[in-house]
């Protein structure tokens, strides 16, 4: 056979080998792009040497989520080449505080490993944030001794290889839907475009990456609907549209925002909801300041949305601020469903990498497999973003935002002593480091902050605090 018949290999990654030096704090074998974006990032070899490994996989992380400025979605690109493990060098000094993986459980989530487990947050192991007698905590993970950097005997490691290993075949991948078939698809699900006569007396409310929001009249039913109107020319996932609407139309419930209509008129997508005119909780959390009686009601009815998602295996990996909507009565609901993801009954976790980055769980940014718990995270993020009306680490760099989620979960809240026990032990809930010690949306609903609930009426203030001072 002739050589310039032979192709190259089609379809590889090259397993990157890299190193840590405990003694100088240096890696070797980061490609130069990372070096140069961890040095800008202002991480400090102090925090480097506290879990090397988790920067090397929340570099990887980072780079994927480069595409978007605000929502990260792996799912349908090509998967990255999975992050290197290090290889420890060096005996002076303790090595990184790194805990070994923990055995899989058979509990439906196959075999892959468990996320590492760093030390917990500070908040929640102060004298201040003991659980209350009523509930039993769970105990603090003890770290390992100091030996081998992550696992696999005493023996120190070998000076680790600079050279790329042979290239690693890529597992295959699911195949994008085409501009065709979701168009098909879509014809599938939606009213005719004749019906937009439906809808009378539009007014522009709202615009977003995806699209413009109207309100308008349902003059079927007298009632006011939001309307998001959609370029599909314009929109680089169709196929998470589709995943709305069927979201949406399935998954009917108090708490969630109940899907009236969609339809294809003109080369737009319309999909057409109930209207919640006090409007989304980002406007409440940015412009007044929420008692803690109403921080538990709007997490009851969020936790009660997120019970009935997860008893139908679907994770909604998106829940921030943003995409909880106010009624002017108080209600409270979930919306924007184009993340969510429906559970396979014979696969219960996910690898993809979705939602908006200060809001993620530490096992997303690391790329373990996940399951419904992201959600208790994010909950937990949002509460704390009603106390202090913005995310932790939003006003990091984004690299170093990442890797401190990743590494401490959570920071030490700004005024922690102003929290009640019980509210501080509810944090500890949700944001808890281990998956399975983490609480369930049903176990959260039965915890005592609940019991401080507010009227959902107590709300309405804030809401037309909040509108007041919109420009």
């Given at each position: 056979m002739r050589k310039d018949m032979i192709s190259a290999p089609l379809d590889f990654v090259h397993e990157v080998h890299v190193g840590f030096d405990t003694e100088t704090g240096e890696f070797s074998g980061l490609p130069p792009t990372w070096t140069s974006l961890i040095k800008s990032a202002g991480i400090s070899k102090e925090e480097i040497a506290a879990?090397?490994?988790?920067?090397?996989?929340?570099?990887g992380f980072y780079e994927s989520s480069k595409k978007s400025d605000k929502y990260i979605d792996d799912e349908d690109d090509d998967p990255l080449p999975p992050a290197p493990k290090l290889e420890m060098k060096g005996s002076a000094g303790p090595p990184p505080a790194r805990v070994p993986d923990l055995p899989t459980q058979p509990s439906g989530g196959g075999s892959?490993?468990?996320?590492?487990i760093p030390e917990r947050p500070r908040f929640t192991i102060t004298e201040a944030t003991i659980p209350i007698p009523a509930k039993t905590a769970p105990p603090k993970p003890s770290l390992p001794s100091a030996a081998g950097g992550g696992g696999g005997g005493d023996a120190p490691a070998e000076k680790p290889a600079e050279k790329a290993a042979a290239p690693v075949r890529r597992k295959q991948k699911k195949s994008k839907?085409?501009?065709?078939?979701?168009?098909?698809?879509l014809r599938e699900i939606v009213?005719?475009?004749i019906d937009q006569a439906r809808y009378i007396n539009k007014k522009k409310i709202g615009q977003g990456a995806s699209g413009t929001v109207f309100s308008a009249i349902d003059s079927k039913t007298g009632g006011a609907v939001a309307i998001k109107c959609m370029n599909l020319s314009q929109q680089p996932k169709k196929e998470l549209i589709i995943n709305e609407i069927i979201v949406m139309r399935e998954q009917q419930q108090e708490n969630i925002v109940n899907y009236v209509d969609s339809l294809l008129v003109e080369g737009e997508l319309w999909v057409v909801m109930e209207y919640l005119a006090g409007g989304s909780l980002t406007d409440v959390v940015t412009e007044t300041i929420l008692n803690e009686g109403q921080i538990a009601v709007i997490c009851r009815e969020c936790l009660r949305a997120l019970e009935f998602l997860h008893s139908k295996s679907v994770i909604h990996r998106d829940i921030k601020s943003d995409n909880i909507l106010l009624g002017m009565d108080g209600v409270v609901k979930i919306t924007d469903f184009g993340f969510c993801a429906q559970l396979e009954a014979e696969n219960q976790k996910r690898a993809t990498m979705v939602g908006t980055p200060y809001w993620?769980?530490?096992?997303?940014?690391?790329?373990?497999?996940?399951?419904?718990?992201?959600?208790?995270?994010?909950l937990g993020i949002?509460?704390?973003e009603m106390v202090e009306g913005e995310p932790p680490y939003l006003n990091e760099n984004p690299l170093r935002a990442l890797y401190l989620i990743a590494t401490n979960g959570t920071p030490e809240l700004q005024?922690?002593?102003?929290?009640?026990?019980?509210?501080?032990?509810?944090?500890?809930?949700?944001?808890?480091m281990d998956v399975d010690k983490r609480a369930s949306a049903t176990e959260l609903l039965e915890h005592p902050f609940l019991k401080k609930s507010a009227p959902l009426s107590s709300l309405v203030p804030l809401i037309m605090a909040a509108k007041s001072a919109a420009p």
């Open positions: 879990n090397p490994q988790g920067l090397v996989d929340v570099m892959a490993a468990k996320p590492e839907m085409s501009d065709e078939q979701v168009m098909a698809k009213s005719p475009a993620m769980a530490p096992e997303v940014v690391t790329r373990k497999q996940y399951g419904p718990k992201v959600d208790i995270w994010s949002m509460a704390i005024n922690p002593d102003e929290l009640s026990d019980v509210f501080k032990d509810f944090l500890c809930q949700c944001l808890e």
